[in-house]
Structures are given as structure tokens and as C-alpha cells.
């Protein structure tokens, strides 16, 4: 029987066919949990509120806390605005291809700093005082729309002509990405 | 040589070999980067050097796929393949693509905040960063090499084990890529389907598809038994899509995806290492059983490279970082770069020399030993190489998950102190010295593809003669 091709052709087909149905049937939960407003992954209006990173004991990993109002660049957005606000971010970060020198969730260059906690990043109070800007936000915005007049160390990001509008839809975009339930990636964040 | 559609292959291989020289140039740029603080800041970005390296690798591995399965096609069927001029015509509106997104990223790099930008100058999605216009006609190119495998398989209504595989294999493949056109807001969502591309293309299809391949050119290279290979070929496809289907969950630790993909990813990923070691222990098999019937040493010597180097720079180096308590700390770090130079080249770019030697011997047979010295140069170059920039950055990864991600957490000011780590900064310098052994090896793998086998002591006229004709 061994001998036989046959045997072992039956074989691949259906360890192939277990495996992905099982794949689709997990598929499905999941895109369940990680549609904006699912499980996992916090709807967008998300960025009008506190976000937080910390260990969570009964779990045993860190979390995202989220926290009352807190108006990014003073204003609350309406559901539509947000989403509106996060596809511009999304579109800007494809155009200048951030993740070719970036990381978020870990994945992309290695060039550069990972951005998944970047909204929570302990250097933004040193940077507000650099940037003589009011809040977070606005030193976020002075940083992108002209990153290479603030070298970070050792490394420099060049300037991607990002506008006042592109540069708040990337913070918005930022914000947003901190909120979203990772399984504790990065550990220990900001200790 | 008797087939139009060998003749492309032909022409696919050098086209693959030109661009692996595109890979090489634009990774050695990028890797400088890495050395000089500021290094051509504003003018050239890190960004785009490494969008042409990791691009091209990508296209120069599927146009040595194409070939191979174009020489191969008419030998297993006994006929021209179909379409074969339309085939003709993709080749080169394939290389015209490539050569208009190389321009297009060198001179324009990035657009603005707009869909056009996606649509003409840069998707920005790693690996497949290509514009949408290009991707378009890649696809389009895929398609048609799927049509011409199934159309001369039912013109020839024959079937054969290899064949079946390989044709069940290209649908998924091809229909993978539409993932390219993807431009969906919600980060988890997107790389969710993303993962789908990358990992079900290198630990799944791109895996079947040279199973194939090799299948192929183990029946060819050594005279081995269609019985035996063929089964062989159907446990590795059990294994790979047995395992490899659901290992695609070691990318969904951390992107938002639920934690039931710790355990799962972790379990089955672990096991994709199996079906590669099945391939080490075939390979040697083989060597052992038709040890008198090599004929072709620099094809056999790759195909071996190839299945040691599958197992592990892919599997060794993959299940080094693929359990979710490790993966916390050495995910996305120079560790994830020392396993994707080791597995790419590994797992495919070995094969793909491998066949064009074959493929080179067929065409020069009878013309003088098929042996020179060059290729055993060509050959320990490449791989010590590669196997010394995989392990500086294994490495430099190690420093980076250590401090940047295990001590540091991650933030900005960690990053930049793992950055500034002597086995960091050390670990990035060893890695373009052996970038340059690489590349010392790839020139002299170029000048024996040119002459091996064509005689040593033939006058200079007639070589010109055969080589034209
Ligand atoms: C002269 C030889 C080479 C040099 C100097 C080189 C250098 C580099 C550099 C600097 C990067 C960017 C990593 C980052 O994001 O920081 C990179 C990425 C990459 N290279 Fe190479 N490379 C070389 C050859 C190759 C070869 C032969 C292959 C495969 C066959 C390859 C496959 C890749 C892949 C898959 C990536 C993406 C890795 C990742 O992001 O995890 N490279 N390379
Ligand atoms: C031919 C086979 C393989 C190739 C070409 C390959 C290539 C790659 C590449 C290019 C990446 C980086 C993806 C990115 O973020 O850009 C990657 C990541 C990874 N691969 Fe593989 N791989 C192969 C097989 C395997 C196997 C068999 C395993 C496990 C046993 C494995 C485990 C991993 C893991 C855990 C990661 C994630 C690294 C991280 O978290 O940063 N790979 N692989
Ligand atoms: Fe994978």
C-alpha cells in the first residue's frame, strides 16, 4: 500500500483539507474581534479618549487601558470623522511607505523605532519642550511635518512632505494603533 | 533545443539573474545605512533602497520559477506548450513592468496623499510595494502562465502526479497576490490578510511549487524513480500544508488577532521543520542511491545546498523565534532579517541555481566536460556569504531582542540604545563585509553560467556560433 503514490496523494489532500477548514472556521472569529469595534481592536472614536499601557496581573501581560475623555487636538470627533481621520492615516502611511523603515505590531523595516505604543512613547514630554509645543500632539505634528530639523540620535528621518492635515491624520492613526489588545507585544513598555 | 517554450525559459533565467544583481546592489545600499549616521538624508531614503531589494528578490524567484516550469513543461508532456506566443509576449511585458517600477521608485521614491499615489508610484506594503498598475499586469502575467500549464496539460490529456500537484498549487498561489491591491485602513485587519500573501506564499505554495521543481529535476539530474519521487512529493505536501496552513498563526501573536493563535501558531509552526528535514533526508537518499549517475556535480550541489539550506535557514532559524515566549522578544528585530536572508535563500534562491545548471548542461551537452573550477568558487563564495550575514545578524538580533525589547520595552529611547550596542553596531558591519563575499560570488557564478560546459580548448568563432544559435 505504501508503495503505492495513491496512498500517500489521499493523504496530502486531506491533511490539506483539515487544515484549512479549520483555518477558515478560526478566520472568521477573528476578523470577528479585529474589526474596529470588535474584541480586540477598539472602534475609532477611540482616539477622543485616555489611553493607557499597562501590566495587567490577571492576565499577566500588559494591556491597553482605556481611560475617560481626552480630546485629541482639542476637538471630539463624531464617528465619521474619525473613521475619515484613520483612512487618511492609513493612506499617508502607505504612500510614504513608514513601514519600510517602521515596525508596527513589530512588522515591517528595522531601521527605525516600532510605532505600535508610539502615542504612549515616554520621550514625547522631552520632545513638547524641543518642539516648544503645547501638547503631545502638536509636538508629534512639529516632529512629522519636519523630522529631519530633529535628528533622534543616531538616526534621522528624512522629511516626506506631510502636511498639517496628513500629520494629524497620522497622529489620530497613532493613538488609535495603541488602543488595540496586542497579547502583551511589547512587553514591559515604558517600565 | 527543440521547444519555443524552453527558449523562454531561457530568457527567464537571465532575466532572473539580471535582477538578482538589482537585489544584490540594492541591498548592499541599504545595509549602508545601518553605517553612517545621515547617509544620503533626503536624497535616497533607507526606505526605498530596501522596497528595491525586497521587491526584486520576490520577482527575480518567481522569473526562475517561470523558467523552470516552462523547460520543464514540454519535457513532461512531449509537446509545445500552448499559447506559447502570447507566453512569448508576457516575458516581455513582465521585464517592462519591473524595469518601470525600478525607475519609478528610483527617481520618485514616494507620492502624495492620494489613491494616484497607489495606483502609479508606491503601495507601501512590504514586499509587494509595487504600484497597483504594475501589479495589474504581474497578475495578469501569473494568470497566463497558469492558463499555459492547464491548457497543454488537457491538449495533451495527460496527467502526471508532479503536474497535478503543481497546477492544484498555482490557483492559490495566483490568487494570493490579489492581496497586493489591498489598501484597507484598520492595521490588524490589513496585515491579517497580508500574512495571508507572505506566509501562505513562502511556507505553503512557494514551498509545494518547488517541491515540484525539484521533483522535476531530481527525475532529470539523477534518473530517479517517477514511483518514488512522486510520493515523496505528496508526503512533503502533506507536511508543509499540515502543518504550514496553520502555522500562518506564529504571525498573529501580536497584531491585534485573538490569543487562541499563541497556542495554535506556536503548536503547528513548530512542526513545519519536519517536512524540511524530510527533504534533507530524501536528498541524501538520492545522492547515496544514484552516486554514479551524476553527471551534472555544480546541479547536485546545489540541490543539496538547497535542501540543507531550506532546513535551516527556514526551519532551524524559523523555529529558533517561532514559540510565542521567545517570539515576544525577537519579533521584529535584526533576528527576523538573519531568518529571511537564510530561508529566501534556502529555500529558493539555491533551487533556482540549481535548475539553470541543469537546464545548462541540456543546452551544451556534448560540448566538453560539464565541470570548471568557477563553480565551486561561485559556490562557496555565495554561501559562506550568506551563511556569515545570517549569523552576524542572528547576532546583532540577539543584542537588539535582549536590550531593545527584554530590558529596554521598547520605546524609542530602547531602540536607540540597542542600536548603539557594540554586537549591534559590530553585527551590522560584519554584515556588509560578507555582502561583499556574496557578491564577489554572485559575479563569479555569472562568468561560470557563461562558460561552463562550453569547452575549454573550442575557437573563439564557433563558441560565438553556439551560443547564438
Ligand atoms: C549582498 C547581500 C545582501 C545584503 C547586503 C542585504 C542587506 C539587506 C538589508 C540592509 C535589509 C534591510 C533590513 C532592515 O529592514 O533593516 C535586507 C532585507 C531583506 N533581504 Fe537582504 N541583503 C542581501 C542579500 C539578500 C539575499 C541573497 C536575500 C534572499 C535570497 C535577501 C533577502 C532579504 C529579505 C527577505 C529582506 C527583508 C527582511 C525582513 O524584513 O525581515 N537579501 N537585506
Ligand atoms: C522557505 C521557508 C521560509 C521563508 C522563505 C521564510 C521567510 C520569512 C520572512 C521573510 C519573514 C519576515 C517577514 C516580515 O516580517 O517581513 C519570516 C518571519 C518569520 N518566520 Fe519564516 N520563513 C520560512 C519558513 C519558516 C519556518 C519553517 C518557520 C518556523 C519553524 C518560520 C518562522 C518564522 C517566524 C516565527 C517569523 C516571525 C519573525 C518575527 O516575529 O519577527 N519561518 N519568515
Ligand atoms: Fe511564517
Given at each position: 500500500?505504501?508503495?503505492?503514490?495513491?496512498?500517500?496523494?489521499?493523504?496530502?489532500l486531506?491533511?490539506?483539507t483539515v487544515?484549512?477548514?479549520?483555518l477558515?472556521?478560526l478566520?472568521?472569529d477573528?476578523?470577528?474581534?479585529?474589526?474596529?469595534?470588535?474584541r480586540?481592536?477598539?472602534?475609532?472614536?477611540?482616539?477622543?479618549?485616555?489611553i493607557?499601557?499597562a501590566?495587567d496581573?490577571?492576565?499577566?501581560r500588559y494591556?491597553?487601558?482605556l481611560?475617560?475623555e481626552e480630546?485629541?487636538?482639542?476637538?471630539?470627533?463624531?464617528?465619521?470623522?474619525?473613521?475619515?481621520?484613520i483612512e487618511?492615516?492609513?493612506?499617508?502611511?502607505?504612500t510614504?511607505?513608514?513601514?519600510?523603515c517602521?515596525t508596527?505590531?513589530g512588522?515591517?523595516?528595522?531601521?527605525?523605532?516600532?510605532?505600535?505604543?508610539?502615542w504612549?512613547?515616554?520621550?514625547?514630554p522631552?520632545w513638547?519642550?524641543?518642539?516648544?509645543?503645547s501638547?503631545?500632539?502638536?509636538?508629534?505634528?512639529r516632529?512629522?511635518?519636519?523630522?529631519?530639523?530633529?535628528?533622534?540620535?543616531?538616526?534621522?528621518?528624512?522629511?516626506?512632505?506631510?502636511?498639517?492635515?496628513?500629520?494629524?491624520?497620522?497622529?489620530?492613526?497613532?493613538?488609535?494603533?495603541?488602543?488595540?489588545?496586542t497579547?502583551?507585544f511589547?512587553?514591559?513598555?515604558?517600565? | 533545443?527543440?521547444?519555443?517554450?524552453?527558449?523562454?525559459a531561457l530568457r527567464y533565467?537571465?532575466?532572473?539573474?539580471l535582477?538578482f544583481?538589482?537585489?544584490?546592489?540594492?541591498?548592499?545600499?541599504?545595509?549602508l545605512?545601518?553605517?553612517?549616521?545621515?547617509f544620503l538624508?533626503?536624497?535616497?531614503?533607507?526606505?526605498?533602497?530596501?522596497?528595491?531589494h525586497?521587491?526584486t528578490?520576490?520577482l527575480?524567484l518567481?522569473?526562475?520559477?517561470l523558467?523552470s516550469?516552462y523547460?520543464?513543461l514540454p519535457l513532461e508532456?512531449?509537446?509545445?506548450?500552448e499559447?506559447?506566443?502570447?507566453?512569448?509576449?508576457?516575458?516581455?511585458?513582465f521585464?517592462?513592468?519591473?524595469?518601470?517600477?525600478?525607475?519609478?521608485?528610483?527617481f520618485v521614491?514616494?507620492?502624495g496623499?492620494s489613491?494616484?499615489?497607489l495606483?502609479?508610484i508606491?503601495?507601501?506594503?512590504?514586499y509587494?510595494?509595487?504600484p497597483r498598475?504594475?501589479?495589474?499586469l504581474?497578475a495578469?502575467?501569473?494568470v497566463?502562465?497558469?492558463?499555459?500549464?492547464?491548457?497543454t496539460?488537457l491538449r495533451a490529456r495527460?496527467?502526471?502526479?508532479?503536474?497535478?500537484?503543481?497546477?492544484?498549487?498555482?490557483?492559490p498561489?495566483i490568487?494570493l497576490?490579489?492581496?497586493?491591491?489591498?489598501a484597507?485602513p484598520?492595521m490588524?485587519k490589513?496585515?491579517?490578510?497580508w500574512?495571508?500573501?507572505i506566509h501562505?506564499?513562502?511556507?505553503?505554495t512557494?514551498?509545494?511549487?518547488i517541491?515540484?521543481?525539484?521533483?522535476w529535476?531530481?527525475?532529470?539530474?539523477?534518473?530517479?524513480?517517477r514511483?518514488?519521487?512522486?510520493?515523496w512529493?505528496?508526503?512533503?505536501?502533506?507536511?508543509?500544508?499540515?502543518t504550514g496552513?496553520?502555522g500562518?498563526g506564529?504571525h498573529?501573536?501580536?497584531?491585534?488577532t485573538p490569543s487562541?493563535?499563541?497556542?495554535?501558531?506556536?503548536?503547528?509552526?513548530?512542526?513545519?521543520?519536519l517536512?524540511?528535514?524530510?527533504?534533507?533526508?530524501?536528498?541524501?537518499y538520492d545522492?547515496?542511491a544514484?552516486r554514479?549517475?551524476?553527471?551534472?556535480?555544480p546541479?547536485?550541489?546545489?540541490?543539496?545546498?538547497?535542501?540543507?539550506?531550506?532546513f535551516?535557514g527556514?526551519?532551524?532559524?524559523?523555529?529558533?523565534?517561532t514559540?510565542p515566549?521567545?517570539?515576544?522578544?525577537?519579533?521584529g528585530?535584526?533576528?527576523?532579517?538573519?531568518?529571511?536572508?537564510?530561508?529566501?535563500?534556502?529555500a529558493?534562491?539555491?533551487a533556482?541555481i540549481?535548475v539553470?545548471?541543469?537546464v545548462?548542461q541540456?543546452?551544451r551537452?556534448?560540448?566538453?566536460?560539464?565541470?570548471?573550477?568557477a563553480?565551486?568558487?561561485?559556490f562557496?563564495?555565495?554561501?559562506?556569504?550568506?551563511?556569515?550575514?545570517s549569523?552576524a545578524?542572528?547576532?546583532?538580533?540577539?543584542?537588539?531582542?535582549?536590550?531593545?525589547?527584554a530590558?529596554g520595552?521598547?520605546t524609542?529611547?530602547a531602540?536607540?540604545?540597542a542600536q548603539a550596542?557594540r554586537?549591534?553596531?559590530?553585527?551590522?558591519?560584519?554584515?556588509?563585509?560578507f555582502?561583499?563575499?556574496?557578491?564577489?560570488g554572485?559575479?563569479?557564478?555569472l562568468?561560470d553560467?557563461?562558460?561552463i560546459g562550453?569547452?575549454?580548448?573550442?575557437?573563439?568563432t564557433?563558441?560565438?556560433?553556439e551560443a547564438s544559435?
Amino acid at each position: 500500500m505504501i508503495g503505492d503514490p495513491r496512498f500517500w496523494r489521499s493523504g496530502a489532500l486531506s491533511a490539506t483539507t483539515v487544515m484549512v477548514a479549520v483555518l477558515v472556521i478560526l478566520s472568521i472569529d477573528t476578523l470577528r474581534a479585529i474589526r474596529a469595534g470588535g474584541r480586540n481592536v477598539p472602534a475609532y472614536t477611540v482616539i477622543n479618549r485616555r489611553i493607557g499601557y499597562a501590566m495587567d496581573a490577571a492576565t499577566n501581560r500588559y494591556r491597553p487601558v482605556l481611560g475617560g475623555e481626552e480630546l485629541l487636538f482639542g476637538r471630539r470627533y463624531s464617528a465619521q470623522e474619525a473613521a475619515e481621520l484613520i483612512e487618511r492615516g492609513k493612506l499617508v502611511i502607505q504612500t510614504r511607505a513608514c513601514l519600510d523603515c517602521h515596525t508596527m505590531f513589530g512588522i515591517g523595516a528595522y531601521y527605525a523605532p516600532d510605532l505600535t505604543k508610539s502615542w504612549l512613547d515616554p520621550i514625547w514630554p522631552s520632545w513638547q519642550a524641543m518642539t516648544q509645543a503645547s501638547s503631545r500632539e502638536e509636538a508629534m505634528v512639529r516632529f512629522l511635518q519636519n523630522p529631519d530639523r530633529y535628528p533622534i540620535g543616531i538616526r534621522i528621518m528624512p522629511n516626506l512632505r506631510i502636511d498639517r492635515a496628513d500629520a494629524e491624520a497620522l497622529v489620530a492613526y497613532l493613538k488609535w494603533l495603541s488602543s488595540i489588545e496586542t497579547n502583551g507585544f511589547p512587553a514591559r513598555f515604558g517600565d | 533545443m527543440i521547444y519555443r517554450s524552453q527558449q523562454l525559459a531561457l530568457r527567464y533565467f537571465a532575466a532572473s539573474m539580471l535582477l538578482f544583481g538589482v537585489m544584490i546592489a540594492a541591498g548592499l545600499l541599504t545595509s549602508l545605512y545601518y553605517l553612517r549616521v545621515g547617509f544620503l538624508l533626503d536624497v535616497f531614503h533607507f526606505s526605498t533602497a530596501k522596497i528595491l531589494h525586497i521587491d526584486t528578490l520576490v520577482l527575480w524567484l518567481l522569473m526562475g520559477f517561470l523558467g523552470s516550469v516552462y523547460w520543464f513543461l514540454p519535457l513532461e508532456l512531449e509537446r509545445e506548450v500552448e499559447w506559447i506566443g502570447l507566453a512569448q509576449k508576457a516575458f516581455w511585458i513582465f521585464v517592462g513592468t519591473v524595469a518601470a517600477v525600478a525607475a519609478t521608485l528610483s527617481f520618485v521614491q514616494y507620492g502624495g496623499t492620494s489613491a494616484a499615489s497607489l495606483w502609479l508610484i508606491n503601495q507601501g506594503r512590504k514586499y509587494v510595494e509595487a504600484p497597483r498598475w504594475a501589479c495589474v499586469l504581474i497578475a495578469a502575467v501569473l494568470v497566463l502562465f497558469g492558463v499555459n500549464v492547464v491548457a497543454t496539460a488537457l491538449r495533451a490529456r495527460r496527467m502526471t502526479g508532479i503536474l497535478a500537484v503543481l497546477i492544484a498549487d498555482l490557483i492559490p498561489l495566483i490568487v494570493l497576490f490579489l492581496n497586493a491591491f489591498s489598501a484597507e485602513p484598520n492595521m490588524s485587519k490589513d496585515l491579517f490578510w497580508w500574512w495571508w500573501l507572505i506566509h501562505l506564499w513562502v511556507e505553503a505554495t512557494w514551498e509545494v511549487f518547488i517541491g515540484c521543481v525539484l521533483a522535476w529535476s531530481l527525475l532529470h539530474l539523477l534518473g530517479a524513480s517517477r514511483a518514488i519521487v512522486e510520493s515523496w512529493l505528496y508526503v512533503e505536501v502533506a507536511m508543509v500544508l499540515g502543518t504550514g496552513i496553520l502555522g500562518l498563526g506564529h504571525h498573529y501573536f501580536w497584531i491585534g488577532t485573538p490569543s487562541y493563535w499563541l497556542g495554535i501558531g506556536g503548536f503547528f509552526s513548530a512542526l513545519e521543520p519536519l517536512p524540511l528535514l524530510g527533504m534533507v533526508i530524501h536528498a541524501i537518499y538520492d545522492a547515496g542511491a544514484h552516486r554514479h549517475q551524476i553527471l551534472n556535480r555544480p546541479a547536485f550541489a546545489w540541490l543539496l545546498a538547497e535542501a540543507f539550506g531550506n532546513f535551516l535557514g527556514a526551519g532551524v532559524w524559523g523555529f529558533m523565534m517561532t514559540l510565542p515566549q521567545i517570539n515576544l522578544f525577537a519579533h521584529g528585530t535584526q533576528w527576523t532579517a538573519s531568518h529571511s536572508h537564510f530561508a529566501f535563500w534556502g529555500a529558493y534562491g539555491c533551487a533556482v541555481i540549481s535548475v539553470i545548471y541543469l537546464v545548462l548542461q541540456k543546452i551544451r551537452a556534448g560540448r566538453g566536460d560539464f565541470e570548471s573550477q568557477a563553480w565551486k568558487w561561485a559556490f562557496a563564495l555565495l554561501n559562506i556569504g550568506l551563511v556569515g550575514m545570517s549569523s552576524a545578524l542572528l547576532i546583532a538580533g540577539m543584542a537588539q531582542a535582549f536590550y531593545e525589547r527584554a530590558i529596554g520595552g521598547s520605546t524609542f529611547q530602547a531602540f536607540l540604545t540597542a542600536q548603539a550596542n557594540r554586537w549591534m553596531t559590530e553585527g551590522l558591519q560584519a554584515r556588509v563585509l560578507f555582502g561583499l563575499v556574496f557578491t564577489l560570488g554572485y559575479f563569479v557564478l555569472l562568468y561560470d553560467f557563461w562558460k561552463i560546459g562550453k569547452g575549454r580548448r573550442a575557437p573563439e568563432t564557433t563558441l560565438r556560433k553556439e551560443a547564438s544559435g
